[in-house]
Nanobody, 118 residues
């Protein structure tokens, strides 16, 4: 069973950078794609970006394009989410998810809170 744990969230000021980590345990060989999502208070969960493990190709949503990088991890870290020039509207719980096929994300972490405030 694949298990994911996010970390690295916290309280930052507008314009700051933050790097989130997605640690993994279990049969990682089955994972073909890692996705990052976020959910702000009172809003639905939003797709942020994804990373294809086979090709190493990232994909970013328009809402954070240019301020976001999804990086390949190492050892027990599946992926990193590098966020720059953070804005108050980026405040949310951030989740990583793993897909073992093209249909859906089967495994989810518990989320890490990111708060951007002055």
């Amino acid at each position: 069973q694949v298990q994911l744990v996010e970390s690295g969230g916290g309280l930052v000021q507008p314009g700051d950078s933050l790097r989130l980590s997605c640690a993994v345990s279990g049969p990682t060989f089955r994972i073909v794609r890692i996705g990052w999502f976020r959910q702000a208070p009172g809003k639905e969960r939003e797709f942020v970006g994804s990373f294809n493990r086979d090709t190493g190709t990232p994909y970013y949503t328009d809402s954070m394009r240019g301020r976001l990088a999804i990086l390949r991890g190492d050892a027990s870290i599946l992926t990193y989410l590098q966020m720059d020039d953070l804005k108050p509207e980026d405040t949310a719980v951030y989740y990583c998810a793993a897909a073992v096929d093209a249909l859906s994300y089967a495994y989810w972490g518990q989320g890490t809170q990111v708060t951007v405030s002055s």
